[in-house]
């Protein structure tokens, strides 16, 4: 996924931008990035925190990175934000979002007359690079940031630091957010809005679909507005949003203890001695089903939290298995004897959960009931970088689905496999029930974590799960 934060200030924006952009971490895996404009101009450091926290890595840059204007990122995958000259001048650009027709955007610059692109390994384009191509077609920056949104399909929200101000544009869906912050003096814009509270900072407005603001020490002003629809990610609150975060007016932490009642009220006939959520994010989800069950709630496993990152960090599969295995350390009076109900925010592969089962299991469970915070993964995303899958056949569910249909399925079929009141549907949960080995197996239903959300249902993308975005 990745995060972006910027600050525009009457004073120095340098530590705010630390902070801020450092409360990102969550967000993604591979590099960090900061760019400031002040008296010697822009500067601009990258590192690589695939080892290291953010923190540490530019702890030793601050005093270089000195100004009242910046923007940062954590970024899942290219190095950013990077440092353009064009005919609109010199600018730095961050992003956080996914291109899915890069190669067509690509040719597109070819025949326009953009002459080159810095090669990356494996051959690939910097997608920020590409996004300030995009841009820089246009007559002024508002137009360029207005043509990107339209060709790009996927999504991209994006910052872009002038000497002057920070232009800052949410994706033509607002699949991903952007919320302004202000405090005396200074403005700041952030993916997360709870980054800046612990600064000062107090919420000022949230961008809509497509809008497009431009941010100076002395104010926000919307350059263009924004746009009636909405398909903002659902799997936000579910999974990736920290748990102080809010999207859309909805805190995280409270779309997940609603998610957890929700599951409770339809499980009526389980019976178990506990409750737990596989740290983290299914915590908070557990809390609410046990509060609405009346089944207590425990933690069978305690995180190591000191070196061990988030298991969908690390490129590497294996990597990850192990990671989420290292991570969990067993407590054996919780765990010895008892009938475990667990829940988990979702079930992307399979790999982790089953192996996080089978390691109860071994440590002396009687029963682990698995109770997933969301319905079955169907569809790979195209709109965001949410996920390392590639394919929808690195999903679970649909590895089940082409066993018992084939290589061709319709979509019908699909839809049919996606409603929980079917036959298939019943019959592929059994089947992945029978492969994880756990006891029994309720994913939530779609209806239910839309409730569990509360904004309106055609505000939400739920393509993951059932092909509608």
Known sequence: MGGIFGVASKTSCTLDLFFGVDYHSHLGTRRGGMAVYGANGFQRSIHNIENSPFRTKFDHDLDELEGRLGIGCISDMDPQPLLIRSHHGHYALATV????????????????????????????????????????????LVDGLLYAQEKIRGSMSILLLTSKGIFASRDRFGRTPITIGHKEGAFCASFENFAYLNLGYHHHSELGPGEVDF???????????????????????????????SYEGVNVEQMRYNCGRLLARRDTDVTADSVAGVPDSGIAHAIGYSNESGIPFSRPFIKYTPTWPRSFMPTSQKQRNLIAKMKLIPVDSLIREKKLLLIDDSI???????????????????????????PPLTFACPYLNFSRSTSDYDLITRRVIREREGDSVSKETLADYSDPDSQNYKEMVEEIRKRLHFTTLRFHRLDDLKES?????????????????
């Open 453 to 469: 959300i509360g904004i309106e249902p055609c505000k939400l993308c739920t393509y993951c799960w059932n092909g509608e975005g």
């Open 348 to 374: 992307v592969r399979g790999t982790q959960l089953g192996e996080t089962t089978e390691f109860l299991y071994q440590s002396g469970a009687k029963e682990v009931h698995v109770r997933p915070a969301c």
């Open 215 to 245: 941010i100076t020490p002395e104010g926000v002003e919307v350059l263009s507005p924004a746009r009636r629809e909405m398909k903002i990610c659902s799997f936000l609150w579910t999974y990736y949003g920290y748990p102080n975060a």
């Open 97 to 140: 979002g996914v291109i899915k027709n890069e190669e067509a955007l690509i040719r597109e610059g070819y025949e326009n007359g953009h002459v080159h692109f810095m090669g990356m390994s494996g051959g690939r384009v910097n997608s920020t690079e590409l996004v300030a191509a995009l841009i820089d077609q246009q007559d002024t």
